[in-house]
């Protein structure tokens, strides 16, 4: 019998009906379910493995009093301690739920149905999902060595262009780009169209990039941050957009006011203030950024140089494959077949010392029962 329901619905708009939904990592909890595991690790989402900060964790406890009241709809606090922290003033900040939340409230705000979006190949896949969200063509750039081309994606600029979306480091490749090269990008791009730097792993990176003083010179830059990697507040989805006053004040129109809950706005303001850990977050993606090269090595893989949270490695196989060996196996990775174009690499997220151990050995035992294909 058909379950083809017989009621008609309105028809979605024409992006909508061609967006692939984006695929999250799987939970373990999901996966002890569906094969019967009792020990998993999850390696899959870029997570902080030492969870969050705390100070973060008992300004939640504070602000479970005011749970039955909504959240301060402008996040007054948590603006005051960013245009503290990063020299900006407070009427320059978009609160987002996640920079995800950022992210479409550009394409909302400065993209309309038949305009441009330019991003580059290997890139967040939601950059592509917001811009077919709105009816926009995405203009995909070749990649460069699995990062960004900034020089043709300077010159694929048209009367048609509205944003640019890079990403520094990028995910899922974990490539970078230095300042001096962003500074001769931002040069090329015309006035009319809105830069997004998306720094969502910009605490990984080295401190010798300050993007924060081209918002002065370029009103037609915004920056995206996140507090759901370094800072551990993955669940409570929190991120902040910088900007010109122009630019923050249309992004704040179309903001919905009670974006980020009052637990992610204490606990926001709490691990921005505890920088001892983020340099331990810092210190312990280091080693274990090394333990895992070392451990490739070994392997006689090649993996992408990173300067986030995560590394991607080429298993000279089908990545698919080794990515559900190793589920089977009680690891969640991440698979970048599909729409990043990358079919026989998998991404590993930086954990502790002994999940990484666990992955390396897990990783062994499915590479030695998957035959290398004839392209590696």
């Excluded at 999250?24 to 909890?29: C, F, L, S, T, V």
């Excluded at 939640?60 to 005051?80: H, M, S, T």
């Excluded at 897990?362 to 590696?376: K, M, N, Y």
Aim: glycine share 8%; proline share 5%.
């Amino acid at each position: 019998m058909s379950t083809q329901s017989s009621f008609l619905i309105p028809p979605a708009n024409d992006g909508i009906c061609h967006i692939a939904p984006y695929q999250p990592g799987k939970p373990i909890d999901e996966l002890k379910r569906e094969l019967g595991l009792d020990d998993v690790i999850k390696l899959a989402s870029n997570e902080n493995p030492l969870g969050c900060s705390p100070q973060a964790k008992a300004a939640i406890q504070q602000a479970i009093d005011e749970v039955g009241r909504y959240p301060d709809g402008n996040g007054f606090a948590l603006k005051q301690q960013i245009s503290q922290q990063f020299g900006v003033e407070m009427n320059q900040i978009t609160l987002g739920n996640g920079s995800n939340d950022i992210l479409e409230l550009v394409a909302r705000t400065f993209v309309a149905a038949q305009d441009e979006v330019i991003y580059s190949q290997h890139a967040f896949a939601v950059y592509a999902l917001a811009t077919q969200a709105v009816g926009a063509i995405g203009v995909e750039v070749p990649a460069k060595n699995f990062g960004h081309d900034l020089v043709a994606m300077a010159n694929a600029v048209t009367d048609k262009t509205r944003v640019i979306f890079i990403a520094n480091p990028n995910n899922p490749t974990g490539t970078w780009f230095e300042e001096s090269e962003f500074s001769q990008f931002m040069q090329l791009i015309p006035q009319h169209v809105l830069v997004v730097l998306d720094e969502a792993y910009v605490e990984y990176f080295p401190e010798n990039f300050n993007s924060l003083k081209f918002l002065t010179q370029y009103p037609n830059l915004l920056i995206s941050r996140t507090l759901s990697k370094a800072f551990g507040l993955a669940s409570l989805r929190v991120g902040f957009g910088l900007a010109s006053v122009e630019v923050t004040n249309l992004l704040n129109r179309v903001r919905q006011p009670f974006n980020v809950s009052s637990f992610a706005l204490a606990a926001a303001v709490a691990a921005l203030k505890d920088t001892d850990f983020i340099e331990q977050s810092r210190e312990l993606n280091k080693q274990g950024m090394a333990q895992l090269e070392q451990g490739f090595a070994k392997l006689g893989l090649h993996w992408i140089a990173s300067r986030a949270n995560f590394i991607a490695v080429d298993v000279q196989r089908d990545g698919g494959q080794v990515f559900n060996a190793l589920l089977k196996k009680g690891v969640i990775v991440r698979p970048v077949g599909g729409g990043y174009a990358m079919p026989q690499h998998i991404r590993v997220s930086i954990g502790l010392p002994e999940e990484n151990a666990r992955f390396l050995e897990t990783l062994a035992q499915v590479l030695a029962e998957i035959p290398a294909t004839e392209a590696a």
